[in-house]
C-alpha cells in the first residue's frame, strides 16, 4: 500500500452540513475501496487564485491516506462525477527527510570567523561616522 494526499475543493456556497457530509462521502468511498484515512484536514473557504466554473472562493479539504495504486483512478472518477467537487487533485505522498546536519567541528570555526569579522566591520563602520560626523559639526 502506498501513501497518498488528495486535495478538493468544494462549492463555495455549501453549509458545514454538507461539507461534512461530501468529506464523509468520500472517506467512506476510500474505506470501501480497502483504503485506510490516515488524516483529515478541512482547511475551510480560501480565495482561489482564478475562477473555476464561475466561482471566486472554494472550500478545501485534504485528505491523507493509504491504498493500492489502483484506487486513486476510481477516487478521481468519483470526484468528477461529484457535482459539489469544482477543483481535485490526488499525489503520492512522501516524507520529507531532514537534512544532513553539517559536522561540528568545521561549523564552529566557521561561524566564529563570520562573528569575528562582523565585528570588526561593525567597529570601523562606527569609526568612520563618527569622523564624518565631527568634520560637519
Do not use: C
Not at 497518498?4 to 461530501?22: C, T, W
Not at 516524507?95 to 569579522?117: C, F, K, V, Y
Not at 570601523?124 to 560637519?136: F, N, P, Q, R, Y
Amino acid at each position: 500500500m502506498r501513501s497518498y494526499e488528495s486535495i478538493f475543493v468544494l462549492k463555495p456556497d455549501l453549509n458545514d452540513n454538507k461539507v461534512d457530509g461530501q468529506v464523509e462521502r468520500v472517506k467512506e468511498f476510500i474505506e470501501k475501496n480497502g483504503g485506510k484515512i490516515i488524516v483529515i484536514e478541512k482547511w475551510g473557504k480560501k480565495k482561489l487564485a482564478y475562477l473555476i466554473k464561475k466561482n471566486r472562493f472554494g472550500i478545501y479539504v485534504l485528505i491523507h491516506f493509504e491504498s493500492a495504486p489502483g484506487l486513486v483512478s476510481l477516487l478521481q472518477r468519483n470526484y468528477k462525477l461529484n457535482e459539489d467537487i469544482i477543483r481535485y487533485m490526488t499525489v503520492i505522498h512522501q516524507e520529507m527527510t531532514p537534512r544532513a546536519q553539517p559536522s561540528g567541528e568545521g561549523t564552529e570555526s566557521a561561524l566564529s570567523l563570520i562573528h569575528e569579522g562582523s565585528e570588526q566591520n561593525s567597529e570601523g563602520l562606527k569609526g568612520t561616522e563618527e569622523d564624518s560626523i565631527e568634520d560637519v559639526i
